[in-house]
């Protein structure tokens, strides 16, 4: 890059297209600072009441427990084996008793009797009576008797009945996050089927005449990123995506945005582009027309200020619309900052925990906005990326994360909050 054109592209990403503070790019409207607008969306999430369903396994997976995990039995419900080797009774040494032993899974075996060994596996029902078990690398058979090698202390390598839990103990709360781990604890528990907060539902509605389906960018016409994009990056963030459509910029495209955001069976719409008030910019007076509640309009952050939160119904039958900017950074930007606390929130998940990591670098700021630049995370550092124009995903697609610079920007070194994309968080089970 030459230096006009470096210069060109900070300001780009700046956005510096309104120098006044506290005017968001929609129409004037007093933008929301960033973290007020994140806890405003969570807050929005939080407020409809939970549903709640009863799935199998597979469909329970990254959804929240809205019932106890409560142990169904003891575990381990017998007194179990916890090595290879043998159980005994009483002070050594033992007369083997013949036979092949105990495996896992075997009936109840007969009691010891006191001086008496059986040989048994891991996970194998000791027999009632039994003292200890010995590890088969520290007992020695040799004619009928058995020799342990080191002292024995009563109770060793038994694992007892209810170690783990007893029937009935709470193993956990509602709010949990069904992780792989749990559906290991809850198959262990006897549980087949798990009740659950299902994921909340979400339409994506791609507005704009100029986007192209496939094939190179030519006449003026550019491909659309954001269908490609939103999909799944909204199914990771712990969405069930019903649907992305494509509507025109002409009046159709309106009645068909209107139609949606009042009749849409999904509980949160997702619109990208006409958030501005240009010509064709259809989102605000739709939302106007159909009753909405603006809760945010426009944020303090660059890019994407002109991104928006409404609700539309009451809060038992509310629905939310997200209006993300058309700009393709901008989009990722409104998705941070308002989509994925809303959809935690509906999924009745905890908001991410918040943590810093020091800059590598000055990193210029916005004046009066707050700035998310796509970063690298190294051991030490996040190490910010070029190409992070409102309108380029070439950064962000390099990226771990975005870290949020505050107005006026950070020196080296200075912590920075950072947001973790979906993909490097590793946190999403969809
Ligand atoms: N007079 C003003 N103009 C603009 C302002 C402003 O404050 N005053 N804000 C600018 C900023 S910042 C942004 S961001 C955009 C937001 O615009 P919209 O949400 O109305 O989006 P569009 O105008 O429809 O598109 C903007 C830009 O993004 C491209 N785009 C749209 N959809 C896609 C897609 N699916 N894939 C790829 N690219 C897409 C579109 O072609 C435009 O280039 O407004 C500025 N203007
Ligand atoms: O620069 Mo705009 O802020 O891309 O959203």
Request: net charge negative.
């Amino acid at each position: 890059m030459t230096r006009t054109d470096a210069d060109g592209a900070l300001d780009e990403a700046l956005a510096l297209v309104s120098r006044t503070p506290d005017t968001g790019g929609a129409g004037g409207h007093r933008a929301a600072p960033w973290l007020r607008a994140r806890e405003t969306a969570a807050r929005a999430g939080t407020s409809v009441p939970a549903r709640t369903h009863r799935v199998p396994f597979a469909d329970a997976l990254g959804e929240v427990l809205t019932a106890p995990l409560e142990a169904l039995s003891d575990l381990p419900s017998f007194d179990t084996s916890a090595m290879d080797g043998w159980a005994v009774a009483g002070p050594g040494p033992w007369r083997v008793r013949p036979g092949d032993g105990i495996l896992a899974g075997d009936e109840q075996p007969a009691p010891l009797a006191d001086g008496e060994a059986v040989r048994i596996a891991t996970g194998a029902r000791v027999p009632a009576d039994t003292t200890a078990v010995i590890r088969s690398e520290h007992a020695r058979a040799s004619g009928g008797q058995l020799y342990s090698d080191r002292p024995v202390n009563t109770g060793q390598d038994i694992r007892p009945r209810g170690q783990e839990c007893r029937s009935g103990d709470l193993l956990l709360p509602v709010g949990s996050l069904v992780t792989p781990a749990v559906l290991g604890l809850a198959a262990a528990a006897g549980y087949d089927e798990l009740v659950t907060r299902p994921r909340p539902r979400v339409e994506i509605l791609v507005l704009g005449d100029e986007l192209l389906t496939e094939g190179r960018p030519h006449d003026g016409l550019i491909r659309d990123a954001l269908s490609p994009m939103l999909g799944p990056w909204i199914t990771r963030l712990g969405a069930e995506v019903i649907g992305t459509r494509r509507l025109g910029d002409d009046p159709a495209g309106a009645e068909a945005l209107l139609e949606a955001v009042t009749s849409s069976t999904a509980d949160v719409v997702v619109t990208t582009g006409g958030t501005a008030s240009g010509p064709v910019d259809h989102v605000h007076p739709v939302l106007e027309r159909a009753g909405a509640e603006l809760l945010v309009d426009g944020v303090a952050v660059r890019p994407g200020h002109p991104m928006l939160l409404a609700r539309i119904g009451d809060r038992d039958g509310a629905r939310h619309v997200v209006g993300l900017p058309g700009n393709p950074l901008a989009a990722v930007s409104g998705l941070l900052t308002l989509a994925e606390p809303l959809l935690r929130a509906l999924a009745g998940r905890r908001q991410r925990p918040r943590y810093t990591v020091p800059v590598e670098g000055d990193v210029p700021g916005h004046p009066y906005d707050t700035r998310l630049v796509p970063v690298l995370l190294t051991d030490e550092h996040a190490v910010p990326l070029r190409y992070n124009g409102p309108a380029m995903l070439r950064g962000v697609a390099g990226a771990d994360a975005l870290a949020v610079v505050p107005p006026h920007g950070a020196r080296s070194g200075q912590e920075l909050e950072i947001l973790d994309l979906p993909w490097a968080s590793g946190g999403c089970f969809t």
